[in-house]
């Protein structure tokens, strides 16, 4: 074969090979491309180009990884049962386990559950919250797909509102806060639902502003995600938040997920309320259409691990294991292990909880003095507005706080959507106060320099 044929023939494979390879993109799963830009994405490309001041060190607040050491016991728990890597595990997981997530649903909330029809281990709440969207939405229908049988119950629940020009979606709908952990939208669209965001009030602690939400709006929800303590913004939510979202599913029928697993990191002497405790509290020991996720990973401080749980509504639990079953999922037989250890022992917890109360009583007061910023009710999050002299750009707060003091905050805006003409999380920024105390005290200190000089520039 002579060089001219040699090249012809490479020419016409790469024709052939450029042809599929278009075939394949175009085959792929078309809600792909519904999908946003992840926070930490757009953070790269925002600080891509800058160089820190070489003069001070790098401290990172933007990403919410836990810091602080991982207790020993979770490790030597881990070590000590490696045996169990030559086995299968069940994605319903061991019942030691289960009644391990039980005893701790009873210590933490006073609730009695059925570890085999109540409870469910998971991988990590992220992955949780993701497969959840993907049990309960039919993107095939409008309106929610789980009512039980029988008439509609009355309700006190308001109507949300006039239906405004968004709500012409003829599919599902799933409700989120704004801003929301991103995972709540990427489940949703992949799904094949569509997003409705309501928003949270400042003038209220953040608490979200469920009144927003239009009649509408409610009747298409199939899933509603709430994050109680909230991300960003540390908010908790009361009795009556409660009530009023329950009455709002059982007229409407759909299902709430409670995103929990900031609920071990709290300011004040009472722990936060979880979803399954107020619904025991209004009487709906059956847990209808509720699903609470939670974590080991800022509990206990260790996110590679990647271990929670999901409980509540055994109706909804058993086609969750369904779908589990074939999405492959189970948890790994020593992650269960030493996840049995983290769960039965609270003092590391406490401990954990008294770092982030010292961190923050440094870190708060500092920060307060040059900005709009107050202590949360729970989580491990600052969540302030940047100074007027920063004419509300949290993105340029950002890349210029980088450039001249090495920190890292991540912008609000990244954690919100603009919805109906207005981004919540603009102006904002969220600091992860994740690092050992000395270090969170140290980018405090450069933050208020940083405000400072640029409210009296030279």
Known sequence: MGVGSYEFCSVSRIVQLMRYAHWIIRAMNPLLKRLQPYPFERLRLLHAGVTPNPAYRPISLGIGEPKHA???????????????LASYP????EPKLRQSLAGWMNRRYGLALDPLTQILPVNGSREALFALAQTVIDPTQPGATVRRAGPPQASTAPSGGSEPHEVGIVGALVVCPNPFYQIYEGAALLAGADTWFAPSDPARNFAVDWAAVPQAVWQKTQLLFVCSPGNPTGAVMGLDEWKLL?????????VIASDECYSEIYFRDEPPLGGLQA???????????LIALTSLSKRSNVPGLRSGFVAGDAALIKPFLLYRTYHGSAMSPIVQAASIAAWDDEAHVIANRAMYREKFAKVTPLLAAVMDVALPDAGFYLWAQVPAHFGGDDAAFSRELLALYNVVVLPGSYLAREARGHNPGAGRIRMALVAETAECVEAAERIVQFIQSNANPK
């Open 70 to 84: 991982t207790p020993e016991l979770i490790k030597t728990a881990l070590s000590a049962s490696l045996a169990g």
């Open 90 to 93: 069940a994605t319903a997981g």
């Open 246 to 254: 329950f009455e709002l599913s059982d007229r409407y029928g759909f």
């Open 279 to 289: 619904a025991a509290q209004l009487g709906r020991h059956d847990f209808k259409n």
